[in-house]
């Protein structure tokens, strides 16, 4: 089946994992499409989808309504080693005093979003807004977006990523995708609430260095996550969630790659537009989603014949 991971590191995702991220999670964003960093969050593994056209199954990140209990703000006062203070809040909610925010962080630098906590609003960044990491660690939570937003899919250098909001209390996305955003509400384990912006497979149009993933059984056709190439990530390699590919690539089932041997769920196979059949070797470009998805018509994906 196909996962999109546990959101490790954006740049990351290692929606949660980066680039170097472990199968932990990957790392999602407002877009997830470029260079890989530590720390991705990798999508939420679902059991395996139903068999497309195109052969691949790739399950959409699940949106159950993450838990909502009125946070204890008065947990911890001890100083976090990623900045700011060990104390719990809600990302959704956000219930942080005046002045600071709710964001998502690491317990242990270098490790994945796994907690919440306030931290001091250092900008004023919207979705989908150019914006940068502070520190040395892509899971401090330190950024420069605005309240309600957290800092995913950026460079090696924490640089060069997006604004990316959190869901609303009404578990929707009103300022991402003109707000028809996908809320990835219990993205590692409801520490993560994001939402993920939508876009095209083929002209993989997602902000800051996230990638866009398809799914093939129901939609939405096309979202931005942040790509965890632990093993490569380039055509052919081995994959277990969607985001474990580059950008242009999805995660596919091994019986419908050339050469694809793997105890893994398949190998990252390309995109393709059906007007042009672009695939190489033995694979062919057949149509990638199971049901019509108006404006996606021309989306196919690379597979051996039958």
């Known amino acids: 089946m196909n996962k999109i991971g546990h959101l490790r590191a954006f740049g990351l995702v290692c929606l949660v994992a980066a680039a170097c991220g472990d199968d932990k999670g990957m790392t999602a964003s407002e ?7 530590d720390g991705a969050t990798s999508t939420p593994t679902s059991d395996p989808g139903t068999t497309g056209d195109a052969g691949t199954t790739t399950d959409t990140p699940t949106t159950d309504t993450p838990t909502t209990d009125t946070p204890t703000t008065d947990a911890s006062t001890t100083d976090d080693p990623t900045g700011g203070v060990n104390v719990e809040c809600d990302a959704i909610q956000q219930d942080c005093p005046e002045g600071s925010k709710c964001t998502s962080y690491g317990k242990i630098p270098g490790d994945a979003w ?32 605005a309240k309600g ?11 060069n990523g997006a604004c990316v909001e959190y ?13 028809d955003g996908l809320c990835f509400a219990d993205a590692n384990e409801g520490t993560l609430p ?37 093993n490569g990530g380039m055509d052919g390699d081995a994959c277990s969630f969607a985001n474990a590919c580059l950008p242009g690539l999805n995660c596919a089932e091994a ?5 694809c041997v793997t105890m893994e769920y398949g190998c990252c196979a390309p995109f393709c537009a059906l007007d042009e059949m672009t695939c190489t070797g033995a694979e062919e470009c057949v149509p990638f989603y199971m049901m019509a998805f108006p404006g996606y018509e021309n989306v196919g994906i690379c597979v051996l014949p039958g």
Do not use: H, R, W
């Open 31 to 37: 877009g997830s499409s470029g260079g890989a960093t």
């Open 114 to 145: 796994n907690a919440n906590k306030c931290v001091p609003v250092m900008g004023t960044g919207q979705a989908g807004d150019d914006c940068a990491v502070e520190g040395m660690d892509m899971f401090s939570g330190i950024d420069n977006c």
């Open 149 to 159: 937003l957290i800092c995913l899919s950026v460079d090696a250098e924490l640089k």
């Open 167 to 179: 869901c609303s209390k009404d578990l929707d996305c009103p300022n991402t995708s003109n707000g």
């Open 194 to 230: 994001i939402c993920l912006s939508l876009c095209d497979p083929l002209l993989q149009d997602c902000p800051g260095q996230g990638a866009c993933y398809g799914d093939s059984m129901s939609g939405p056709p096309g979202f931005c996550f942040t790509p965890d190439p632990k």
């Open 255 to 259: 019986a419908t790659q050339e050469g």
